[in-house]
């Protein structure tokens, strides 16, 4: 019988015997392995799985798991999974920039009720760059809060830019959402060349990856451009790292994917794929090896 | 010739004399007066205002106004002005409250990097009491936002509950916003009855009036209840008041309102009021005295 590791409880079929993730168990004989969330302390375990078919992440990314995934098996995203809870926790980012949320928290702290103008979100120009599922919800989302979008993909589509078109769309923007995977095209994308474009006091949000970003050129530009960052490079940020301290930055510590809404449809989304691999149909969320996965 | 006391320059038609706003300013012979916002500060000028007939208040609420107005003169508020950037910034507070936000900038302040798991908008039911024009504008927002907005408003009507139906709709909510103006029938309408049939761990928004909220009753919930108040019952809030301490209470000082957004929205309000008024044309949001005003 296959076996299969998994994140929680109650999601196997029968014919699959699935365990609950534990550093300690034996993996010797795992076909399925569908990664806890986060998933950063299980990686080492893919190596000791050598009859391993089948990998399912809950992230959208998954350049890091390219490297650790056995010849011939499965790989699977979490893409969709997050979109709901990605796309808002982006919208909170740019709120609390825009409302000054820092400044009450911390006039809180200190039992100060102190008014101040804010800036606002509606009537302001967001260019969202990288329209997917994510991308698209925010899109939605802003939309509704009565913000004029502008949807930005690697290639231009029918009412959606192409990235070359950055370079005249930037200097127009009040607010700029990266929301991109990390690849070879999107590697410090943004660098001192872009934010260089961008209005005095512009506000960059990053809910993708780290590196799309570069830390050194936003940290050059500090003061003149906000950010709101949901990832960073490095990541985890350390302790002693100038990014904490810029003024106009906010930090969040990758959280932007893993809230209350994500579970239940990652739990619906894992009893399904197990359920296709049971009955040899085709997985979803593909991203390299075969659809049907056999055994 | 008519003679005005405004805000902002430039916005007066020929027929009216118009004068920015100064505290020092000789106001004896004022016809029209447009009050400054905030307004606090303004309000002793009134008194000293014997030809007064007209009087805007760039506020949606006017209960604080009815005392001081003169018999016969014309009161008009600022309903409408505000409604994207109060809608918004409940929105903000939500988010800030379910996404952690006061956690992460604490957090940042210390230079930690530090994963939590969230409670999230989407799929959340947010009751909505108060739906007038920012209660919509803010129902719009929460439906993008993937959450149940459930309506209620003083009367019943075609898909809105009446307040009396609040005691069955409470147990269902996740969130409660308020937004309701400050009279004999809201004054601490929020109080132990209504807090104590909310789940635990519930949130209750007010951006609509301090005294709406019975600030007791949300101490002795304390821990229980969430909060987070844009507008605090007393207003503002004493440097020792143990609100600004409360477990899961998130205070910003009464700046729903008055984002940048509301700004160019107010200015050809104003601008078109005192075009009406010297044109003998009805005037909007008059909420007491004659819609002409005439001299």
Redesign the interface.
């Known amino acids: 019988m296959m076996r299969a590791l998994v994140p929680w409880d109650g999601l196997a079929p029968a014919g699959i015997r699935a365990d609950v993730y534990d550093d300690a168990a034996d993996v010797s004989d795992v076909d399925c392995f569908v990664l806890p969330y ?1 998933q950063a302390t299980a990686l080492p375990l893919i190596a000791r799985m050598p009859r391993l078919r089948y990998l399912q992440t809950l992230y959208a990314g998954y350049d890091d798991l390219l490297p650790l995934l056995p010849a011939g098996a499965t790989l699977c995203n979490g893409r969709g999974l997050h979109d ?2 990605t796309a ?2 982006a ?2 980012l740019i ?2 920039a ?5 400044t ?6 200190r ?13 302001s120009t967001v260019v969202i760059v990288g329209y997917g599922s994510i991308g698209q919800a925010l899109g ?2 802003l ?4 913000a004029t979008v502008v949807p930005v993909a690697s290639r231009p589509r029918e009412g959606v830019h192409g990235v070359a078109e950055l370079p005249a769309l930037l200097p127009t923007a009040d607010i700029v959402v990266l929301v991109l995977p990390l690849t070879s095209a999107t590697d410090r994308l943004f660098g001192a060349d872009f934010l260089a474009l961008l209005r005095d006091g512009a506000l960059v949000i990053n809910v993708g990856r780290g590196r799309v970003l570069d830390t050194e050129a936003l940290l050059a530009a500090g003061g003149r451009i906000r950010a709101a960052l949901d990832v960073t490079d490095p990541e ?2 350390p ?3 100038p990014l ?1 301290n810029l003024p106009g930055v ?6 932007a994917g ?5 579970y ?1 449809r990652a739990r619906r989304f894992v009893a399904e794929q197990l359920r296709r691999i049971v009955a040899g149909e085709p997985l979803h969320n593909v991203v390299l090896g075969p659809s049907i996965v056999s055994f």
Not at 104 to 109: I, L
Not at 111 to 123: G, I, M, N, P
């Open positions: 986060p709901a809870s808002e926790h919208l909170g709120l609390a825009q409302r000054y949320l820092p009450w928290v911390r006039n809180q702290d039992h100060e009720w102190r008014q101040q103008y804010t800036a606002s979100l509606a009537d939605r989302r939309v509704a809060c009565e985890p940020l302790a002693d790292h904490w906010i930090i969040t510590p990758h959280v893993g809230s209350a809404t994500f239940p």
